[in-house]
């Protein structure tokens, strides 16, 4: 696949600005804006790396450039999530789809390995998704768990959490000009672990439409908190009592932009 993923790069590079793709170098694996006439034979797939906020960090630097990425699956869900909040502009982004192997789908218990670019103006895909295990297999022993242990199962994870913000830092959807969890208004400075629950349900409510468990964040945190099993009952919760699927198309809308009369609620819930 590595050997097509380079012939398509050095194909497409002539007619764009630049194409982002992960790069192997003597200091390291990191992202790198090829452009033309650059050595492709740099370029990998592995590890797995977010490049969907490089994305948006280079077309906001240089409006007028047209792109093209090398991705994955999450990357590409993350990337339909950001154009719904302008923070890439699908137009000036050719997309190279690259599907991931059972043993990726299977570390990042992911639930949809599939390569959805359905609506993208510029995309092509290169492999085929293998499938993986089903997080319900992974989450079984939490939904199993009582009320009372599911609180006191979280209370013991948060009470790791030493405030790194690594978490935020690394998810493509945090974006915000001010983060909510910077303000001692809603989280306390200066105290470790931060105060149950706050913290990480101010996290997990604003990720809860735009979620597309890439798994970055608890691959990022360094008290090993299941940060995947937080956010994927957050996204559960949402498909089904508001029958959005964060990343799935270019189209539908976040439920948490649109009013009570427009949200697709369930019926029993609003009356």
Known sequence: ??????????????DLDGIIALRHASEGTAPHLYKNGDDISTIVL??????ASVVSLLQKRFPEARFGIVARACDIKAMVEMVKRKQIDPERLYIIGVACSAE??????????ELQIEGWPHAELIGTPEKGKSPDEVFAKYDAMSLEEKREFWQ????????????????????????????????????????????????????????????????ACPANIPLTTLYQLMRRD????????????LES????????????????LIE
């Open 238 to 249: 949402v498909a089904e009592l508001m029958e959005y699927v964060p990343g799935e198309n």
């Open 104 to 113: 990726e789908v299977n570390e990042c218990h992911c639930a949809d390995p």
């Open 156 to 219: 013991q994870q948060f009470l790791k959490c030493i405030k790194c913000y690594g978490c935020r830092n690394i998810c493509p959807e945090c974006f915000c000009n001010t983060c909510a969890l910077e303000s001692g208004l809603w989280v306390e400075r200066g105290e470790l672990a931060p105060p149950f629950p706050m913290f990480h349900l101010i996290k997990a409510m604003h990720m809860s439409n735009c979620c597309i468990a890439c798994r970055q964040c608890e691959l």
């Open 1 to 14: 696949m590595i050997e097509e993923v380079k012939t398509r790069v050095s194909e497409k590079i002539k």
């Open 253 to 268: 809308k976040p439920p948490l932009v649109l009013t009570l009369e427009d949200a697709p609620l369930k019926k029993e």
């Open 46 to 51: 592995a590890p797995v790396y977010p490049l």
